[in-house]
């Protein structure tokens, strides 16, 4: 009775079963590179709790179910797909939340497939690289400070297509107006730039100015952050 507990019931002589001992070494495998990853992330990064959780476990999943079909990769990553559906209600993450996680789910394949040296191979060299990414602030703008987003008010009457492009070319290297909307009942328009500052220190000196021409209605300055719609 104890040998029928971990059989499938649609086995077959053609069908490799996994003995419980190997099981339990692959699923303890995955949970431990699940814990790396998770620790690599968590170094020098903002991140939540309910993700850090998911990261440490998604190698185990994807472990499980790569050897329940008995390391078909194709079956098992067409099953792995299907749970990226329950997704589709949810914000899309960042691009490193992104690639964090199809570095785990690789993880948990290569542990399926049974080669626990080079899954764990694979989770330290990429661990390692991520920490030193972060570390050394790669891809990151040298110059952040100059990148700004100005969200301007402005009076109904005021023509709001040029109306601030003398001032953006004595303080700025390049403007762009992205989005125009109205406030207050239809009687105020509210502008949206993107600005790139020619010196950051001037940025009073022409928030000021800008005051003068929209009769010191509100002005609200940002660093401007890239979207996820532009990666």
């Known amino acids: 009775m104890p040998e029928t507990i971990f059989q499938g019931l649609f086995d077959t002589d053609l069908t490799k079963v996994i003995s419980v001992r190997d099981f339990m070494l692959c699923l303890a495998t995955a949970l431990i590179l699940g814990l790396v990853?998770?620790?690599?992330?968590?170094?020098?990064?903002?991140?939540?709790?309910?993700?850090?959780?998911?990261?440490?476990?998604?190698?185990?999943?994807?472990?499980?179910?790569?050897?329940?079909?008995?390391?078909?990769?194709?079956?098992?990553?067409?099953?792995?797909g299907a749970f990226s559906l329950v997704r589709f209600r949810s914000v899309?993450?960042?691009?490193?939340?992104?690639?964090?996680?199809?570095?785990?789910?690789?993880?948990?394949?290569?542990?399926?497939?049974?080669?626990?040296?080079?899954?764990?191979?694979f989770t330290l060299v990429l661990s390692l690289i991520f920490m030193i990414y972060n570390r050394l602030d790669f891809g990151a703008k040298k110059n952040g400070a100059v990148y700004k987003t100005f969200a301007i008010t402005i009076p109904e009457d005021l023509d709001y297509t040029e109306i601030f492009d003398d001032i953006f070319q004595e303080y700025a290297v390049s403007h762009e107006l992205i989005g125009v909307k109205t406030t207050n009942m239809g009687s105020l328009f509210r502008l949206t730039y993107h600005i790139t500052l020619r010196d950051a220190a001037k940025e009073k000196e022409m928030i000021d100015k800008i005051r003068c021409r929209n009769g010191n209605l509100e002005i609200a300055v940002s660093r401007q952050e890239t979207t996820i719609t532009e990666l």
């Open 92 to 121: 899309p993450g960042t691009a490193r939340e992104i690639c964090t996680l199809f570095l785990a789910m690789g993880a948990g394949l290569i542990t399926g497939m049974g080669y626990l040296g080079f899954a764990a191979l």
């Open 37 to 80: 990853m998770a620790f690599a992330y968590m170094y020098r990064t903002r991140y939540t709790k309910s993700f850090v959780v998911t990261l440490a476990l998604l190698p185990a999943v994807v472990c499980v179910v790569i050897m329940m079909v008995n390391g078909n990769v194709g079956t098992g990553v067409a099953v792995a």
